[in-house]
């Protein structure tokens, strides 16, 4: 059964960094397109950045280019989100998620084109 496992999140102040890392041991992962979302309390789940490792290719949302890194450890099977520059609206729960790679497109991910999901992890940004 397909699975994926997050860790890295916690409370951090403002301007600070985290790691969040997705453990994907048991994806084919040519096959495949995952992805970081963030919900927010009381607002939609919202596609933050994604990676095709087939592909080569990587997406950002507006709001987190050139703070937010997703990259791959190809050997372990691990997808990472490192975060930098947070702010307070960074905050939520931030999930990774996979989808088959030609059902998911290269933009902005969309929650509905991914059907494998994490079970979360929080990030707070507070001072």
């Known amino acids: 059964q397909l699975q994926l496992v997050e860790s890295g999140g916690g409370l951090v102040q403002p301007g600070g960094s985290l790691i969040l890392s997705c453990d994907a041991s048991?994806?084919?992962?040519?096959?495949?397109?995952f992805a970081w979302f963030r919900q927010a309390p009381g607002k939609q789940r919202e596609g933050v950045a994604s990676i095709a490792p087939g592909e080569g290719a990587i997406s950002y949302t507006d709001s987190v280019k050139g703070r937010f890194s997703i990259f791959l450890d190809g050997a372990k099977k691990t997808v990472y989100l490192q975060m930098n520059s947070l702010k307070v609206e960074d905050t939520g729960i931030y999930y990774c998620?996979?989808?088959?790679?030609?059902?998911?497109?290269?933009?902005?991910?969309?929650?509905?084109?991914?059907?494998?999901w994490g079970q979360g992890t929080q990030v707070t940004v507070s001072s």
């Open positions: 048991r994806f084919t992962l040519p096959y495949y397109r």
């Open positions: 998620a996979s989808g088959l790679l030609y059902d998911t497109g290269a933009g902005k991910p969309q929650p509905n084109e991914y059907d494998t």
